[in-house]
């Protein structure tokens, strides 16, 4: 496989495109105020003009406090677009604290410069993006959506009852 | 459309000799260097010029009495009378910036500097406030936007831009409309770093001095490109970059003409500009001077002068005849592949060896990303240039930009890898 095709895995040109948890509306990514236990984080590479905004809710169920929905609306490359569809994949299943985790583990394997390999077991298909980490310049188109739900998460956190 | 003869292929492949990167292959491929229009490679005697300064003459500049200072000021007053020849200006009238984002901030504070407090008689001409206007265009880079934005922020005056046209030139009508008698300032690019449009300097020039307004000229893509004539445009203030013009980073030229510099207040203060000083007040010595204080980039400055007689010794009618052909070869070749939207003039239209262009589906970082896999460099991205994007509806685009170690075989390279963009991202 090439240096290119290790990058563009077939996994992530398909969530490039089926963006899934895509959904957030215009009106939404607009709104200034939101319900307790929701953050919303707005994100902007402005080198190459990367966009998302990204809204997390957070709910207490039995197993504790866990992500009750992720959405987001962006516009960019494909590898920030498929990184946010992976994260959203992620995210339905996942406690607080586990996807707090999940972050952290992301940012380890794209900062790593490719000594450190995504686990599927944990990340799911966002371990496709393990390859970036060799494109210095592509990290931050990656690592987009994730921040974004970071500063989201945080948020949601901070302010459910 | 061209008087001149256009560098031949064989005449290219001489040049490219000169350029040691050129050579060395990226990613596994040789590499095709289509981001001049961002930085340009340098020659050897580029090169050369700064070891030899670091060699033979290192030493301070307009201070000291000794040989080796001596020998280092005559290169780098030698290296400005070069520079001012190359763009057609006398050695007085340009100054050592450290790119052209410095130069047009100097202007902008110089004139800020006019507008608040004390100020002499002869710089009273330079002051802006409430109801003075400053215009720019809608095809400005950011360094040519965002500084007048905050001269007006800072003194009061309104900031206006003559728009662009759907074919990517600006609109004369327009432009015509926008210039009045409360214009003070008219700074435009000759070149646009994203559409290629060489702009009608003559007639803006004409439309500002009509209204006595000052007339400051971005020549960051005119400068390396063709053959560039201060006075001839009729232009107050031009700035340009060496690092675009086959010389290093971190040095850059503003030329002005020689009795407005000399009024101009002065903004970096310090040493080496000054004529009295004492405890209460500081005299100023007139320009070049008057703007260089504190140690200036003297090997820099003397690379750019090789640059600049590089460039004149290949020849500048020589090298935009030569890019006039690059140009409609990329264009041209790009109408005819599916999905690719390009910017700026038609084809047939006289434009810059660049061209931005939209992929239908893909975005700009994938296409340069799938580029560079196979040795070709170009830029990707907003290219410093928001309200343009925006213009046209787009956030990004792709941008090939050559220059005059440009082959034909690189172009087509290019193009060959463009019609692969597609076809890779799965977009029908």
Known sequence: MSSLESLYQQTILEHAKARHGGSLSEVAACETSWPAGTGQCHQLNPVCGDEITLRLAVTDGEGGRRIESLEWLGNGCS????????????AGEVSVDELATLIEEFRTVLRSRGTVEGDPEELGDAAALSGVSKFPARVKCAMLAWVAAEDALRQAVATAA | MHTSVPLTDVEVLRIRNDFPLLAHPVNGRPLVYLDSGATSQNPLSVLEAEQEFYEQRNSAVHRGAHTLAAHATLAFEDARATVAAFVGAREEEIVWTSNATAGLNLLAYAFSNASVGEVAPEARRFALGPGDEVVVTEMEHHANLVPWQELCRRTGATLRYIPLTDEGTLDLDEAARVISPRTKVLAFTHVSNVLGTINPVRDLVALAHAVDALVVVDACQSAPHLPLD??????????????????????????????????????????????????????????????????????????????????????????????????????????????????????????AALVSFDVEGVHAHDVGQYLDAQGIAVRVGHHCAQPLHRRYGLSATTRASAYLYTTEDEVDAFLEGVSGVRGFFGVK
């Open chain 2, 230 to 351: 201060v006075k001839a445009l009729d232009v107050d203030f031009a700035v340009f970059s060496g690092h675009k013009m086959l010389g290093p980073t971190g040095i850059g030229g503003l030329y002005g003409r020689q009795e407005l510099l000399d009024a101009l207040p002065p903004v970096t203060t310090g040493g080496s500009m000054i004529t009295t000083v004492t405890m209460e007040h500081s005299g100023y010595l007139p320009a070049p001077q008057r703007f260089e204080a504190g140690t200036q980039p003297v090997s820099q400055a003397i690379a750019m002068a090789a640059a600049a007689r590089y460039l004149m010794e290949t020849g500048m009618d020589r090298i935009h005849a030569r890019e006039g052909v690059l140009a409609q070869r990329m264009l041209e070749g790009l109408a005819g592949l599916p999905g690719i939207r390009t910017l700026g003039p038609a084809a047939g239209v006289e434009r």
């Open chain 1, 79 to 90: 590898i920030s677009m498929a990184s946010a569809s992976m994260l959203s994949d992620l």
